[in-house]
Nanobody, 126 residues
Framework: QVQLVESGGGLVQAGGSLRLSCAVSGRTFSSYAMGWFRQAPGKEREFVAAISRSGGTTRYADSVKGRFTISRDNAKNTVYLQMSSLKAEDTAVYYC???????????????????WGQGTQVTVAS
């Protein structure tokens, strides 16, 4: 079956950095877009970043643009989210997700992604 396993979350001071990883199995990883979403307590899950199957197209939420970078290694079936200049408002559970297709649309939504990881907590202390 399809499995997505996130790692790399934790506690960091404001202004610091973290790199999240998501290892995928059970699907031909290189055929599908990947996304990162996050959910803070009491809030809806929101889009963070997405990357096309080749890595040639990326999308970011305005709130993270210039601070976060999504990348992928198709040889390792892994997608990454490098987070820098972290702010308290970045605190959330971060989820990686496997897209339904290989491309990334202009406005990625949760329903564009069929499989999800269990999430990893990121806490930014101010």
């Amino acid at each position: 079956q399809v499995q997505l396993v996130e790692s790399g979350g934790g506690l960091v001071q404001a202004g610091g950095s973290l790199r999240l990883s998501c290892a995928v199995s059970g699907r031909t990883f290189s055929s599908y877009a990947m996304g990162w979403f996050r959910q803070a307590p009491g809030k809806e899950r929101e889009f963070v970043a997405a990357i096309s199957r080749s890595g040639g197209t990326t999308r970011y939420a305005d709130s993270v643009k210039g601070r976060f970078t999504i990348s992928r290694d198709n040889a390792k079936n892994t997608v990454y989210l490098q987070m820098s200049s972290l702010k308290a408002e970045d605190t959330a559970v971060y989820y990686c997700a496997l897209g339904e297709v290989g491309t990334v649309g202009p406005d990625p939504r949760t329903y564009d992604y069929g499989y999800w990881g269990q999430g990893t907590q990121v806490t930014v202390a101010s």
